[in-house]
């Protein structure tokens, strides 16, 4: 008998399977919330079917962070989970509180980053003798790096720079000296493991030596971080960038084009190269990446080519080849990857960096200034007026350009790198002394979302005077309402009442003039109620001295029925205006 032909053909079949990430990920969706029962095998069983790394990595791509922790914390309690299943269920874990973190308003990041070291703790304290520690303790210390990245562009965005980088210096200098620790243990470790052989569920002795090459890598971006917390071309820029150097010294030197580490450590060296202003070595560490055909090539996954282009185009606004980063900057060549989002967005913010480049020269341009002139030229020369017109123009298409850029990085890579967009236009409103409405009301935002409210609420003062003087009504509307809605959230009603009234009135026609007014009306009567809260009216006189009570020509009774009736009469009066319609 022939075997009736399968009702699954090879084309739906390689369909099928191209779909089955996905339908691993959203069947792991479903049974995390509860929604429907999983599959009939215990929750052990339906977790080892999906890989922990996989499932989380994609839960942090798009941002889920709350239910990629919630995933990890019931993983933990899974008593049957082995050493190594714990471990790099901490490790996943511990990164994803510090993606959360970066992507988090500052009132919420110190709690995140707060249970970084008790996660880590908790393993560590378990098996203090597995080599699965030296993995924990790193992505703990990269926890602390990426903290104090974020924390060191909100100083430099700060009105006091030097003085706001304090919490910058302290996390990133805390990272390079975790990471250097771990570093000398490994080469002591190394040696009598070599002796020791690999014990089962450990760490092989090639993984080890891997890590400690990846660590030697995240410590040199810390003290790179450490860096760029200083001041430029200071000597604590200079000590820390060699420091950075010296560590990645003997992984360029082991390191050969085959390994995987190659590339990231040689990227990493010419970035450090070019801050420290020496291109034409950094020119050479790039070109390591992109040998001829008679040397071998390195392995550069999707994320690292995108991470090469943004480092070679940040080199060329560094050397202010301004045609040649144009040019780079509009080729989009390069096709997206799955696995390399961060780089994209890496990518795309140097683009943005670019552009902010370009409006900062221009915008510094003595063209642009026409109380300075250069030097005085000879005399058979006539002097040249300046001419800011066509640099005005420039300045326009390339503030188009960014805050077009900003928006699409927002959209496609989320509010971390749109935070980090905003920060620089700040630092950009500050280097060229501009009164855009648009940079001070970033300003305002970036500073709120740092919870530093006094001094957004300045600046959406601010925002909204320059929107006024610019004849851009919507924009000063905006800025206003804001301000008023920053101190309604503050319950500073009083002052929000008067606020959102003068804006209600100032913008008539605005369409959310009305609600503007509504909230004023609100927030009045807040503050009159909190006000009757503080300062009840007696339920019965305060008792008073006999003098006082026999004094003649006092009454109080009479006196409180006086008050009583003049506060009635004004409430009569204030009624019948408002019946009328003059409510101002």
């Known amino acids: 008998t022939s075997t009736p032909p399968s009702p699954v053909t090879p084309d739906f079949r390689s369909r099928l399977l191209a779909r089955w990430p996905c339908m691993r990920i959203f069947g792991a969706v479903i049974a995390l919330c509860g929604l429907v029962s999983p599959w009939p095998q215990s929750a052990a069983e339906a977790a080892e079917t999906w890989r922990d790394e996989a499932f989380l990595a994609g839960l942090r791509t798009r941002r889920l962070f709350e239910l990629a922790a919630t995933h990890c914390a019931r993983r933990a309690a899974d008593r049957s989970l082995t050493t190594v299943e714990r471990g790099e269920l901490t490790v996943d874990w511990i990164r994803t509180l510090a993606e959360h973190a970066r992507h988090a308003p500052a009132a919420q990041r110190e ?113 790179r971080g450490l860096a760029l917390a200083y001041d430029e071309a200071s000597d604590d820029w200079l000590a820390a960038l060699g420091r950075g150097l010296q560590l990645l010294d003997p992984s360029l030197r082991q390191l050969t084009p085959e390994m995987p580490l190659f590339a990231p450590a040689t990227l990493e ?72 989002d961060a780089a994209q967005a890496d990518w795309d913010f140097a683009r943005f960096e670019s552009l902010i480049a370009r409006w900062q020269a221009a915008a510094t341009s003595p063209a642009m200034s026409p109380g300075t002139s250069p ?131 100032a913008h008539p026609q605005h369409p959310q003039a009305p609600l503007a007014h509504l909230a004023a009306l609100w927030n009045l009567a807040q503050a009159l109620r909190s006000a009757s809260l503080t300062n009840p009216p007696p339920s019965a006189p305060p008792p008073q001295a006999p003098a006082a009570l026999n004094s003649p020509g006092t009454d109080p009774a009479g006196a409180d029925a006086a008050t009583t009736a003049a506060a009635r009469k004004q409430a009569a009066a204030a009624r019948t205006v408002g019946r009328n319609g003059n409510w101002k």
């Open 375 to 505: 030097a005085t030229p000879p005399a058979s020369t006539p002097p040249a007026a300046p001419s800011p017109e066509p640099l005005r123009s420039e300045i326009d298409a390339i503030r188009q350009q960014a805050i077009a850029l900003l928006e699409q990085i927002d959209a496609e890579h989320g509010p971390y790198w749109k935070h980090r967009g905003d920060l620089l236009l700040v630092r950009l409103g500050a280097a060229t002394g501009t009164r855009d409405a648009d940079l001070l009301g970033r300003a305002a935002d970036s500073l709120l979302t740092q919870a530093r409210v006094d001094a957004a609420l300045r600046a959406y003062e601010q925002a909204a005077s320059a929107a006024a003087a610019e004849q851009h009504g919507d924009a000063a509307f905006t800025w206003a309402y804001k301000a008023g809605l920053l101190q309604q959230r503050q319950g500073r009603h009083e002052d929000a009442a008067a606020r959102l009234r003068a804006v209600s009135i």
């Open 111 to 223: 709690g995140l980053l707060r249970q970084v070291p008790d996660i880590a703790s908790r393993f560590t304290a378990a098996y203090p003798e597995h080599s699965l520690v030296f993995l924990v303790r790193t992505q703990e210390a990269i926890a602390n790096a990426t903290a104090g990245e974020l924390a060191r562009l909100e100083a430099d965005a700060s009105p006091a720079p030097v003085a706001e980088r304090g919490p910058a210096r302290k996390l990133c200098r805390a990272a390079a000296t975790q990471l250097e620790q771990l570093d000398r243990q490994l080469s002591e470790y190394l040696p009598a493991r070599f002796r020791r052989g690999t014990p089962p569920d450990e760490l092989s002795v090639e993984q080890l030596a891997s890590l400690q090459h990846q660590i030697r890598l995240q410590a040199a971006r810390a003290y």
């Open 269 to 340: 060296a010419a970035t450090q190269l070019r801050l420290l202003g020496r291109v034409d070595a950094a020119r050479g560490m790039l070109a390591r990446l992109a040998p001829d055909a008679s040397q071998p090539k390195p392995i550069l996954t999707p994320a690292l080519q995108w991470a090469v282009r943004a480092e070679q185009l940040r080199a060329a606004v560094g050397q202010r080849r301004w045609r040649e980063a144009a040019t780079m900057a509009a080729d989009q060549t390069a096709q997206p990857a799955a696995d390399a």
